[in-house]
């Protein structure tokens, strides 16, 4: 395994020699140590590091602050600031460089650890979250159909180049508008209920009448085809919708820049999304349906449900006579992200893996009312824990719980010491990788109808 590059940005020539021992004592590569912000910069683009620790009150013209503003600006690489002190004033000016931890002077090896771990593990899933959102903003913005995609109270939160130009209206004049205000649609000579107000009351997908017109800023009257659908979070909670459309006449031949596997057709992304979510709630159910769309399509076989892509073959086997019901879901498919979403938001959860094949095994495992589903690494219920735990209360507490062996246990305490968690349950203790992935869920306090009243 390859071990972290981590840079040391400090004046104090022997403390930074003793971070330098305790770092290789750890098993982390230190790439240099700077005393002054211009070696630390010089030696950063150098070295290209994973991390950066940097002493806040820096010594010379520029200090720690801004020096980190430069490494976050210039190199996207996460900073700890270390310190002993500092006024208000300065952690107020530290904040803006959204450095990943603190450590005050003196620390153990432990919490240095600990910090870089972290800081490490919240850089890496920020730069797949980012990645993730710039593949779907950018997929949105190519796609060869208008797309408008709004939050749950209407105001538009997305608009792509074709329905800049289907409405009249620009980004920069949409963005946070009523829907109805940029997206003004007829039938014939009636004007047309709010699709997205249908949508997040329904939860399904509705196509537009055959005879819906769209009338742009300046007038001009559109005759269009498309879909709505909504947009939900991983508890099933409708968080919005996405509206997907173009014009009804015969529509042009998309350029060759655009994905082979994008559709001209305004229905594709929506109706691929609905059916893999009727398939997972038939199946829930236990009933087998026959659904099919250009790209996808549902067969039973003798006890099993499965889901077919035209060009990728089997994707999923649900089995409908193992209690509690299992599904078998290839990973490499590209439509794992959509698959596994609606099985998260049905209370599917991924137990397990086939090795060698590529495979998840889900399981059904409904969750407790008023908890937050949560599927992520041990380290990270870790941080959960550590940050909404107070470490001397003792009491056994149902707000935090996990999934073993079938079954939802309250959580009464986590140990980290750097190699391995230990999760104590009740009675039972359990002892992982940081990196292992669990099912856990944290108690979310009901909000009365006076509550928000007061807000």
Known sequence: MVSSKIMIVEDESIVAMGIRSTLTDLGYTVTGIAASSEVAIKKIAETQPDLVLMDI?????????????????????????????????????????????????????KELNIS????????????????????????LKSIGDAVIATDKNNFLVFINNIAETLTGWKREEAMGKILADVFNIKETLNPLNNPVTQVIQAGTVISLPESTTIKAKDGTATPVTGSAAAIKDNKGKTIGAILVFRTS???????????????????TMLDDIALIQTFVQHFIQGQDVLLSNPNLRTEPVEDTIQLLGKTEGLIVKAKFTEKPRTALVKRSSRYWELIHQAMFANSFFPVGQIQGEGVYRYQYRPMPDNYQMHCTTALELWQAWSENNNPNHRAISMDMIMLKQGTWNPIRDIVYDQKTLGIKTLGDQVVIAPAEMLIWGEKVEEVSPADLAAE
Not at 67 to 81: C, D, K, L, M, Y
Not at 116 to 139: C, D, N, P, R
């Open 57 to 109: 009150n820096l010594k010379g013209d520029i200090d720690g602050v801004q020096t980190a503003e430069q490494v976050r600006s210039h190199f996207g690489i996460p900073v700890i600031f270390l310190t002993a002190y500092a006024d208000n004033n300065t952690l107020q000016r530290a904040k803006v460089t959204e450095p990943f931890g603190y450590i005050l002077k003196p620390f153990e090896e």
């Open 249 to 267: 006449e015969k529509p042009q031949q998309l350029p060759s820049a655009i994905p082979a596997n994008l559709s001209n057709n305004s229905r």
């Open 116 to 139: 870089i771990e972290m800081a490490l593990y919240k850089h890496q899933k920020e730069k797949q979250v980012k990645a993730s959102g710039q593949w779907f903003a950018t997929t």
